[in-house]
T-cell receptor
Framework: AQSVSQHNHHVILSEAASLELGCNYS??????LFWYVQYPGQHLQLLLK??????LVKGIKGFEAEFIKSKFSFNLRKPSVQWSDTAEYFC????????????FGQGTTLQVKP | NAGVTQTPKFQVLKTGQSMTLQCAQD?????MSWYRQDPGMGLRLIHY???????DQGEVPNGYNVSRSTTEDFPLRLLSAAPSQTSVYFC??????????????FGPGTRLTVL
């Protein structure tokens, strides 16, 4: 079955620490990959996405993600987190065979301590 | 542009009651969808639509109905509310279902409690 897994459910970091959130998806052919963020009390916003080309994708607010096809992974990274990055992060995948259907991971709650 | 709007923001229902969650977008997006968000489960797709007059089921469609009579509106109907439907509901839209115009824009959500 097509699925997405986020390994870290709750991450606590201090400001200026580096961040890496894991995301793996099950095999299903060509994929489009997304990371969304949900700040407290707000709705989901797109951080970045990959659909073709350079597997290293840069998004907003200093986030980036790398698509590693051989590992079915799309991990999210940020070199130095800020308190304002406290939020819930969702990885999502759209399989080409499932046009229109976006499958989300369980989400990772990031808490950044000032 | 207002983007994706949802009403109401909060709703409390009794078991067995019916109601409609409203969703509208003013971006002329063809693709619209409904998700529910539950703790530890991420977002799960309920129903989606690739254009006016066309709808299809997602991952968790039972207990919900949708219709798409216009491009702008995509209401979600709960036929007979159950406590298991207590959740936060998000509506989303995108220009199309294909890249690169398939980025989904989300509404602010409706928090529903069924007693």
């Amino acid at each position: 079955a097509q699925s997405v897994s986020q390994h870290n459910h709750h991450v606590i970091l201090s400001e200026a620490a580096s961040l890496e959130l894991g995301c793996n998806y099950s095999y299903g052919g060509t994929v489009n990959l997304f990371w969304y963020v949900q700040y407290p009390g707000q709705h989901l916003q797109l951080l970045l996405k990959y659909f073709s080309g350079d597997p290293l994708v840069k998004g907003i607010k200093g986030f980036e993600a790398e698509f590693i096809k051989s590992k079915f992974s799309f991990n999210l990274r940020k070199p130095s987190v800020q308190w304002s990055d406290t939020a819930e992060y969702f990885c999502a995948v759209k399989y080409s065979s499932n046009t229109g259907k976006l499958i989300f991971g369980q989400g990772t709650t990031l808490q950044v301590k000032p | 542009n207002a983007g994706v709007t949802q009403t109401p923001k909060f709703q409390v229902l009794k078991t067995g009651q019916s109601m409609t969650l409203q969703c509208a977008q003013d971006m002329n997006h063809e693709y619209m969808s409904w998700y529910r968000q539950d703790p530890g489960m991420g977002l799960r797709l309920i129903h989606y639509s690739v254009g006016a007059g066309i709808t299809d089921q997602g991952e968790v469609p039972n207990g919900y109905n949708v219709s798409r009579s216009t491009t702008e509106d995509f209401p979600l109907r709960l036929l007979s509310a159950a406590p298991s439907q207590t959740s936060v509901y998000f509506c989303a839209s995108s220009y199309s279902g294909l890249p690169p115009t398939d980025t989904q824009y989300f509404g602010p959500g409706t928090r529903l409690t069924v007693l």
